[in-house]
């Protein structure tokens, strides 16, 4: 978070100047008889060339004119003095003579001036108000006895002199030996008479010569009431201590300021003061120098100082170069700042740095692009009618990184067992794809239904979300941790994929005389049954884990050397790790017999030739046709039958031969030891046999005889040892058998 600095700065300075010089004067001129053509001449002359002096001084003076006498104005002995100025009062008033004579003393002094206060000339309205200085040209002398006649002036209200000698000591002296009683400064007007006359300086010039040299009329100006003064004011802010400072070159004696406001006045030369409310405040301010008082008064205006309120930091999303640069209007900081305040009353700027917010200097454009991130603004508010009533703060353009949403690839599940299209995705296992390598900690991902609930922030999906239907879109948004206004949107396709059944496939025998090399793919259509084999793939493995895993599938030709057991995948394409896995028992089937045999026997005739394996599904095909697991022959010889057990089948040769033991036995011993116990003659399939002792005595018969006899009579009785004789009938030959057989005990 950014850290606020706010400032108040409230530093004004109102300069006033002014310089009261006289702003009007009045030229008194004595015009009588006795003044002669030259003097008038160089009376007019030095008049023009002192009221030349003195506009030069103060250009706005005030220049009046009062002829004494009643010259002929045809008369070039008599002239009129119109001066080539634009006067503002008439320039010309002709007062008459006085019928006692032709004394300016007595005549202008109290007729004159006199008349012109009777007239209203110096009064509010007239043409002589707040005159300042009067200048008086006249020949004639003042003597000693003019104290008595300036006291009958009294009630012009101007006070009686000592014939004036006691204010012309430092001009005497100051014009270089000119006589005293040339130049004469008469007395001050009282500015507190209801007559209107300021206080001002009279200056009598009296004499026969007329023509004022330059120093003379610089000596003369400077007579005149003129204090020249300026003075400044500083801090005009509501609640500051507003410092007054007075500046003049004149020797101020002292000094009165009233601020306006009905508090106590200040005599104070640099007085400070506070005001107590917003304003307008008349500044009066009375200065006295030399004697002289001039007042004036000026108006300033004690405004409100803005509250620079909090403004939170700045922050925009990057665009998609995140470059950390964004354009900032900075405008839109204003209400921030403002607050509750009027914005017609205040005025807003904003600046790079403290210091130029301070100076006021270098504002920045409103639509203002940073320089670097996490920049410092400062913000300097300021009331619009005195811009040094001002406060700033400050807060950070922040460009935060914007976010991109990366294209995802379709998110598939494989269905359960139902295959109603109904699945549950972790939709985590997205968030890798859609950040694409962007920052997991700065970014991230959030899933909605729609889009405007991503826009929104509406509804999030649960990592762990049931779709509703097979085909399903769904909204990533990526956002920017600590500004989720920055962020960006892609969509996702959630597709549930059928789930592939892999059937049943009954054990596979393969005949040990068929080809051991196995073509798997004639499983397929037992393990696909009805499915459409389109999206479907069928994979062998000779493992469960890496039918699983989708590794070391069988080539279709597989080498079966010994009996298995085949693992089948069967996968839907479009999807990953959907997929059923069943058996197949692969087993060579060895047959119970061999390829050939041999039987033996004695006699051919009616021969029973068995090939009976004792398989009870085996079927049987001989050479003749027959289907019996045995047949009859009567001959030795080869005999072939093709044995069928299930899908295998393998021939087998019988041959029949004579057996080498056919002779009927010459001798037997039945002592139970086993060998030759019994007179074994069962494979001539006798039909009768007869034996008889040496003397031709019958001692034993028997009818299908095989070998029951081994020494006993017909009685059961043993006979003794010694050599018996036979007749045997066969079943085959009708030619009897006879030998003979020795019996031993």
């Known amino acids: 978070m950014k850290s606020l600095l706010s400032f108040l700065i409230f530093t004004v300075c109102i300069s006033f100047s002014y310089s009261q010089c006289n702003n009007k004067v009045l030229f008194i001129v004595d015009d009588s008889g006795s003044v002669s053509f030259s003097e008038r001449q160089d009376m007019e002359a030095s008049i023009q060339q002192l009221s030349n002096q003195i506009f030069s001084q103060n250009p706005l003076a005030e220049i009046g004119l009062v002829q004494y006498g009643q010259p002929n104005a045809s008369s070039t002995s008599q002239p009129s003095y119109y001066l080539s100025y634009p006067f503002t009062v008439n320039p010309t008033i002709s007062i008459p003579d006085n019928p006692g004579g032709n004394n300016l003393i007595q005549d202008v002094l109290p007729n004159s001036i006199n008349t012109m206060i009777n007239d209203g000339l110096f009064t509010t309205g007239g043409a002589f108000e707040n005159t300042t200085s009067i200048f008086i040209f006249t020949d004639a002398l003042i003597d000693s006895g003019c104290s008595s006649v300036l006291t009958n002036c009294s009630s012009c209200n101007v006070p009686a002199l000592s014939c004036g000698y006691t204010y012309l000591t430092d001009l005497s002296n100051s014009l270089g030996g000119i006589p005293i009683s040339t130049y004469r400064v008469i007395s001050s007007f009282n500015p507190g008479t209801a007559d209107g006359i300021q206080q001002g300086a009279g200056v009598l010039i009296e004499g026969s010569n007329f023509q004022l040299n330059s120093t003379q009329i610089d000596l003369l100006t400077d007579s005149l009431i003129c204090i020249d003064a300026d003075y400044d004011v500083f801090n005009t802010c509501i609640g500051d201590t507003t410092q007054f400072t007075l500046t003049t070159s004149d020797p101020i004696t002292s000094a009165l300021w009233d601020f306006g406001d009905g508090s106590p006045t200040s005599s104070d030369l640099n007085p400070t003061h506070t005001f107590p409310a917003l304003g307008d405040y008349v500044i009066t301010l009375t200065l006295t120098s030399n004697g002289e008082v001039v007042t004036t008064t000026n108006t300033i205006t004690i405004s409100d100082i803005p509250v620079a309120n909090p403004i939170p930091d700045y922050i925009l999303c990057d665009d998609l170069s995140n470059d950390q640069i964004e354009q900032f209007d900075l405008t839109t900081r204003d209400a921030f700042i403002l607050g509750s305040q009027s914005a017609a009353d205040f005025t807003i700027s904003y600046f790079a740095n403290f210091t130029d917010a301070d100076n006021n200097q270098n504002a920045l454009s409103t639509n203002y692009f940073n320089t670097s991130n996490n920049q410092d603004i400062f913000a300097r508010i300021y009331n619009t009618n005195n811009p040094d009533c001002y406060s700033i703060t400050d807060f950070k353009l922040i460009v935060d990184a914007q976010p991109?949403?990366?294209?995802?690839?379709?998110?598939?599940?494989?269905?359960?067992?139902?295959?109603?299209?109904?699945?549950?995705?972790?939709?985590?296992?997205?968030?890798?794809?859609?950040?694409?390598?962007?920052?997991?900690?700065?970014?991230?991902?959030?899933?909605?239904?729609?889009?405007?609930?991503?826009?929104?922030?509406?509804?999030?999906?649960?990592?762990?979300?049931?779709?509703?239907?097979?085909?399903?879109?769904?909204?990533?948004?990526?956002?920017?941790?600590?500004?989720?206004?920055?962020?960006?949107?892609?969509?996702?396709?959630?597709?549930?994929?059928?789930?592939?059944?892999?059937?049943?496939?009954?054990?596979?025998?393969?005949?040990?005389?068929?080809?051991?090399?196995?073509?798997?793919?004639?499983?397929?259509?037992?393990?696909?049954?009805?499915?459409?084999?389109?999206?479907?793939?069928?994979?062998?493995?000779?493992?469960?884990?890496?039918?699983?895993?989708?590794?070391?599938?069988?080539?279709?030709?597989?080498?079966?050397?010994?009996?298995?057991?085949?693992?089948?995948?069967?996968?839907?394409?479009?999807?990953?790790?959907?997929?059923?896995?069943?058996?197949?028992?692969?087993?060579?089937?060895?047959?119970?017999?061999?390829?050939?045999?041999?039987?033996?026997?004695?006699?051919?005739?009616?021969?029973?030739?068995?090939?009976?394996?004792?398989?009870?599904?085996?079927?049987?095909?001989?050479?003749?046709?027959?289907?019996?697991?045995?047949?009859?022959?009567?001959?030795?010889?080869?005999?072939?039958?093709?044995?069928?057990?299930?899908?295998?089948?393998?021939?087998?040769?019988?041959?029949?031969?004579?057996?080498?033991?056919?002779?009927?036995?010459?001798?037997?011993?039945?002592?139970?030891?086993?060998?030759?116990?019994?007179?074994?003659?069962?494979?001539?399939?006798?039909?009768?046999?007869?034996?008889?002792?040496?003397?031709?005595?019958?001692?034993?018969?028997?009818?299908?005889?095989?070998?029951?006899?081994?020494?006993?009579?017909?009685?059961?009785?043993?006979?003794?040892?010694?050599?018996?004789?036979?007749?045997?009938?066969?079943?085959?030959?009708?030619?009897?058998?006879?030998?003979?057989?020795?019996?031993?005990?």
């Open 404 to 745: 991109i949403a990366n294209p995802v690839s379709d998110f598939i599940v494989c269905d359960d067992d139902t295959n109603d299209g109904i699945a549950t995705f972790d939709l985590s296992n997205i968030d890798s794809e859609v950040l694409a390598g962007q920052s997991a900690t700065t970014f991230t991902v959030v899933y909605y239904l729609t889009n405007l609930d991503a826009i929104g922030d509406n509804n999030p999906l649960p990592n762990n979300y049931t779709t509703t239907s097979a085909n399903q879109i769904i909204y990533a948004k990526v956002f920017n941790t600590s500004n989720t206004d920055c962020f960006a949107i892609t969509t996702v396709n959630l597709i549930v994929d059928v789930k592939p059944v892999a059937n049943p496939v009954p054990d596979f025998i393969n005949c040990e005389n068929d080809p051991s090399l196995i073509n798997l793919n004639q499983f397929n259509t037992t393990v696909l049954g009805t499915q459409n084999s389109t999206d479907l793939v069928v994979t062998y493995h000779t493992s469960e884990a890496d039918a699983i895993a989708g590794l070391n599938a069988l080539s279709n030709n597989y080498q079966l050397d010994q009996t298995t057991t085949l693992y089948i995948k069967v996968e839907n394409t479009i999807g990953i790790g959907c997929y059923d896995i069943t058996t197949v028992n692969l087993s060579i089937f060895e047959f119970p017999f061999l390829d050939a045999k041999t039987i033996e026997d004695c006699l051919p005739n009616n021969y029973n030739i068995n090939a009976d394996i004792g398989v009870t599904n085996a079927t049987y095909l001989w050479d003749s046709g027959e289907t019996t697991a045995a047949i009859n022959v009567n001959s030795f010889g080869e005999y072939n039958v093709q044995i069928t057990i299930g899908n295998c089948t393998k021939n087998q040769t019988i041959t029949f031969v004579k057996a080498n033991n056919c002779n009927i036995p010459q001798g037997i011993s039945p002592n139970d030891d086993t060998l030759n116990d019994f007179f074994d003659i069962s494979y001539l399939e006798v039909d009768n046999i007869i034996i008889y002792n040496r003397y031709g005595t019958e001692v034993y018969s028997k009818a299908n005889y095989a070998k029951e006899w081994n020494g006993q009579s017909n009685a059961g009785q043993e006979l003794p040892t010694g050599t018996y004789y036979y007749v045997i009938k066969t079943k085959t030959d009708p030619k009897p058998l006879t030998g003979w057989v020795y019996l031993a005990r």
